[in-house]
């Protein structure tokens, strides 16, 4: 909840942009502005870049303050969203803060008072606001309207309307500064397409603001979050935002209810990929400790420092405090989603596939990196791709159970290497590889009369090995697979008797991830045993 607030104290007035959601942060701003009193007593206006409750949500709490006799400036759509309490528009739906109903005194760049232009003059309690309304052609059809706002001698304001992030978004200009509120975060996963984000104007916006930035005297930008940056800095990000600018295309409305359903999906994935980054760390550790065993230390040390278990650890621990915190109602569902982007965006360098595929098998090592870009092209606001295509499923289930019955590793290779790189390399595939199979009987019974299943291969082959390791990983020791045809869907069976339930802690995980397969889950159990059926469209 908190954003960058900016004070310009005029000879005529004092402008406070953005006021900030945290309470600790009111109440310094009106220390600031109770000083600038005592110097000269002057109107004060609070400017809101936008209307997005984390740049003002302590307006609505503030009580007898200094703020309370300020006028309120805001651009003429968020104008209207607070007074009519738009929970959406003004996201306080999705950040969880009280909307309460509040005045304000002037409407920025008003539809038309931008179609007129020209001299126009407010009246508020004690003073008179004098401003002037401008639009300039900078590119054809592009224009570009800004509103000047005297602060006394030669001091202005010039406020432009620069929508994208919302349809209210302006950004205000003091002498050589340029406050630009959330224009450089606009594109950035769990922002992109909340309520009012537009794709067409971002575009426009952030072509107005490179031309602001070539054509008028602009030494630094200052956003609504992070640090000032310099001029040069602000044109090529904005430039690099404008490039990558055509792949924001249909994005998901980011919702209470995308927050909602995301969170819990970014639980399930979380949980998953500490499961496999053990898998993964304890067998490097392995590696190592054999490595070492046969007084290879230089590989052993190197194999060793591939993952470093206390990083997961420390970062697996941070989203379990973050959603611990949401179940108990200290932490909103947006907050979870964000924690894990930033989770998934560490996991994806610590699962860099060239470094580690050099001591793992990379099926394993394809599964993470798959579930990690799943994520990411959701919270970015995508659906995951789903590459649909026909399959034989006898085919498909007799290749998955051949990979786990596969042998990566060859006895000869290590023998015969002709060079210490070839050795240990061979030396390592063959230290990792776990026979899964070795003591478990797995039979695939397929119906030859099968047809074609509708599926995306590679996603249903990683949720086919992930439930067979399942049940090997409960204590099955006979397995049984078949194949049938149930009416219009193809039937994949999995049967076996376990000490425990395999599914039932990642029933939610394999749901979606069969769905996306184009597959679904029902998982029961009975005196045989567990059973998980996967159905698939079939091929009419």
Known sequence: MSSNTYI??????IAIVDPGGVEEQIGHIEMVVADLQDEMRRPVTVYLTHVHMDHWAQLVTKTHGILDDAALAVQDSGAQAIENQDSAFTLSNLLGRPLAKIPVQVRLLSPSEVAQGGEFQTNLDGWTCNYAVRSVEIAP??????????????????????????????????????MVGDLFFAPNPGIAGACGWNHGDLVESIQKVI???????IDMCCSGHGRPIDAWTARKTLEAMLNDSAALRNLES???????????????????????SNIIAWRLAYIAHVLGELEEESEAELTESLMDPRQLDALFNDFRFCSQALRE???????????AGQSVGRLEKLFEMKRLATAMDRSILERAVRLINDY?????????????????????????????????????????????????????????HIDLLENVRLEVVTDPKTPFARMDKERFTDALLDIFERFIGSGAKEIEVTTS????????????????????????????????????????????????????????
């Not at 310009?8 to 007035?13: A, H, K, N, V």
């Not at 049967?495 to 995980?509: A, E, L, N, V």
């Not at 991830?513 to 998980?532: C, F, N, R, T």
Request: charged fraction near 25%.
């Open 8 to 13: 310009i104290s005029g000879q005529e007035q």
């Open 141 to 178: 059809g592009l224009m570009l309207h800004s509103q000047t706002i005297p602060l006394g001698k030669d001091d202005h304001l010039e406020i432009f309307h620069t929508p994208g992030h919302s349809p209210d978004s302006i950004c205000i200009k003091a002498g050589s500064l340029l």
């Open 211 to 217: 031309w602001m930035l070539e054509n008028r005297k």
């Open 254 to 276: 980011i919702t209470p209810e995308w927050a909602k359903r995301t969170a819990a999906y970014a639980t399930d994935l979380m949980t998953e990929m500490e499961r496999i």
């Open 329 to 339: 109602g200290r932490k909103l569902d947006i907050e979870l989603v964000h924690k």
């Open 376 to 432: 990411s092209m959701t919270y970015r606001g995508f659906r995951p791709p789903y590459y649909v295509s026909y399959e034989d499923i006898n085919g498909v289930v007799l290749e998955a159970v051949g990979r786990l019955r596969q042998n990566p590793y060859d006895d000869d290779a290590i023998i015969m290497a002709e060079s210490d790189e070839e050795y240990i390399a061979a030396l390592k595939t063959r230290i990792a």
């Open 485 to 540: 045809l149930d009416g219009d869907w193809v039937l994949v069976a999995i049967k076996g008797h376990c000490t425990s339930d395999p599914i039932s802690r990642s029933q939610r995980f394999f749901e979606r991830s069969l769905a996306l397969s184009g597959g679904l889950l029902q998982v029961s159990e009975s005196d045989d045993g567990y059973l998980v059926e996967i159905e698939l469209s079939a091929l009419g």
